[in-house]
């Protein structure tokens, strides 16, 4: 596949020459080498996208939105039929390609689709009556969005943000991770030819300082952040500032709890996509597993089992299950942990360091630890790599116990043999989401996290209601 450096910014619905000289520079994960560059968008660059998206509020905010709801519809159907943006994440972070495909086409096409149907059924206006006194409630875009994702799955983060928040009719600047700035441009064009109007969304490519400009900018009336905790704290502080509402997707450490009548053949099969899905660097991954005391052994051998025969290597190829981690640092930032496991005194049953026969390309092997204490950093800490920490307990009152004991609360999962039993459990894990044998996801579920996972939620009516602002126009009784 050829790849193209990105010549500027997308404002206005083309291309721009960038205000900023500096160039992002995009490293294959796979062979090490350079794939290709993007501007580093200053704050110039930045103020013109705001700008163009403040342009285009009105005649986009206006449209009715069955109007609206037709865009996104055409836009879920091209990127249907786009065969090249799967591969383009692929080559830009090394996501196996069988996952790329649902992470960065089926999935956000279902978003979009979902969307649009919101869009659909939305009215401006809700009259409601309380004893005679009856008043509007009317309904507005919140108006320019500042969406910031990071590079692990990135178009389906990117149709979290801009599906609902066009659904409501606000206008958008986007700023993908400049690990994955050709999938954002790739899909700028698709906006475009999907008949969008010029402005209505908007890509500014760039590191940090790109999304910091664009978090300072007094134009932006929300922010919605995917990405670390740290960069969440530091974002909410400065919409803290502006009295802005901001939405935040941030990391986790969830639980897997297998109970004790959990089918183990469900287990493996799931294990991979719930526990470690693309090479572990998602945020839901379920990443300490809670084993019963009494298959606390046979939960270890099914888990190594996994990770030791699950086809690791070149992304690219639709076997595939672990490919290499998106760069060097985040490479070293995982082998660090593995570090800190081994010296914290953690078991190391399997992996722990560079795959044999791959000398080149960002990979790790997959890692297992078991007797692992909760309280060890690498139960703690979130380590977005293909590293699992198994640690027992004999009640489920103590499962539940440990599957909360975290500062994050942002997803989770239960294996059982009992639906009604794992669901009372999943009622009792504080995080966002918790998924009953295995991760699935539905575009009507509001998905947001708990506790240092974020504030705020994607996904559902609520998803959408997040990028609205309400008028309530009381009415005189007698108008009534
Ligand atoms: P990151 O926070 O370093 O970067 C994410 C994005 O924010 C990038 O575009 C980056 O350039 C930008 N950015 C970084 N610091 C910023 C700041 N101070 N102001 C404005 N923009 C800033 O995250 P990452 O390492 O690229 O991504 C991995 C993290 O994302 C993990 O913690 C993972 O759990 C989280 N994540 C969360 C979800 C979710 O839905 N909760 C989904 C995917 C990833």
Same mark, same amino acid.
């Given at each position: ?32 080498q350079r794939l290709a560059t993007a501007p580093d968008c200053d704050a110039a660059d930045v103020a013109a996208a705001v700008r163009a998206a403040r342009d ?10 069955? /109007? %609206?709801?037709?865009? $996104? ?68 875009? #919140? ?10 799955? !990135? ?8 599906? !609902?928040?066009?659904? =409501? ?23 475009? /030819? ?38 969440? %704290? ?55 597993? $809670? ?32 490919? !290499? ?6 490479? =070293? ?20 360091? %560079? ?10 092997? !997959? ?32 499962? #539940? ?8 609360? $942002? ?70």
């Amino acid at each position: 596949m050829k790849l193209h450096d990105v010549k500027g910014p997308w404002i206005g619905g083309a291309i721009q020459a960038p205000h900023s000289a500096n160039r992002v520079t995009l490293i294959s994960p796979v062979t090490e080498q350079r794939l290709a560059t993007a501007p580093d968008c200053d704050a110039a660059d930045v103020a013109a996208a705001v700008r163009a998206a403040r342009d285009a509020l009105p005649a986009w905010a206006g449209l009715p939105s069955a /109007d %609206r709801s037709g865009f $996104l519809s055409e836009l879920a159907a091209r990127l249907e039929a786009a065969d090249d943006l799967a591969e383009l994440v692929t080559a830009e972070n090394g996501s196996p390609i069988t996952r790329s495909r649902s992470s960065n086409g089926l999935v956000p096409v279902r978003t979009y689709r979902y969307n649009a149907c919101l869009a659909a059924d939305l009215v401006d206006d809700e009259v409601r009556d309380w004893q005679g006194q009856q008043t509007i409630v009317h309904g507005a875009p #919140v108006s320019v969005v500042a969406a910031i994702v990071p590079w692990n799955a !990135p178009q389906v983060l990117i149709s979290n943000k801009l599906g !609902p928040a066009l659904a =409501a009719g606000n206008t958008v600047v986007l700023k993908p991770s400049p690990e994955t700035s050709l999938d954002a441009i790739r899909l700028a064009e698709l906006i475009a /030819d999907s008949g969008f109007p010029p402005g209505v969304v908007n890509f500014v490519t760039g590191g940090r300082a790109t999304g910091e400009a664009l978090v300072a900018h007094p134009g932006v009336d929300l922010v919605s952040f995917t990405g670390s905790t740290t960069a969440g %704290r530091s974002i909410a502080a400065q919409c803290g500032q502006f009295l802005r509402p901001v939405i935040l997707e941030l990391g986790g450490k969830s639980a897997a709890v297998i109970l004790e009548d959990a089918d183990l053949d469900v287990f493996r099969a799931q294990l991979i996509a719930t526990c470690v899905p693309n090479t572990g660097q998602v945020c839901y991954s379920s990443t300490r597993l $809670l084993a019963p005391r009494s298959r606390y052994e046979e939960v270890i051998e099914a888990t190594g089992d996994v990770l030791a025969t699950a086809p690791l290597g070149d992304p690219s190829d639709p076997a595939t299950a672990f490919g !290499p981690l998106v760069s060097e640092a985040q490479r =070293a930032r995982v082998e660090g942990y593995i570090a800190s496991g081994v010296t914290d005194g953690a078991r190391l049953v399997l992996g722990g360091g %560079r795959p044999a026969g791959l000398p080149v390309g960002y990979y790790v092997e !997959p890692t297992l630890f078991a007797d692992v204490d909760n309280n060890l950093r690498i139960a703690q800490e979130e380590i977005f790599g293909p590293v699992l920490a198994v640690i027992p307990y004999k009640t489920e009152d103590e499962a #539940v116990r440990i599957a909360n004991t975290s500062a994050y609360g $942002l997803s989770g999962s239960v294996f059982t043999s009992d639906i009604g039993h794992g669901t009372e459990i999943a009622r009792r894990i504080d995080s966002g989401a918790v998924n009953i044998n295995g991760y699935r996801a539905a575009p009507n579920a509001p998905v947001g996290g708990h506790k240092a996972s974020g504030l705020g939620q994607e996904g559902g009516p609520e998803g959408l209601l997040a990028y609205r602002k309400q008028t309530s126009i009381s009415l005189p009784m007698s108008a009534g």
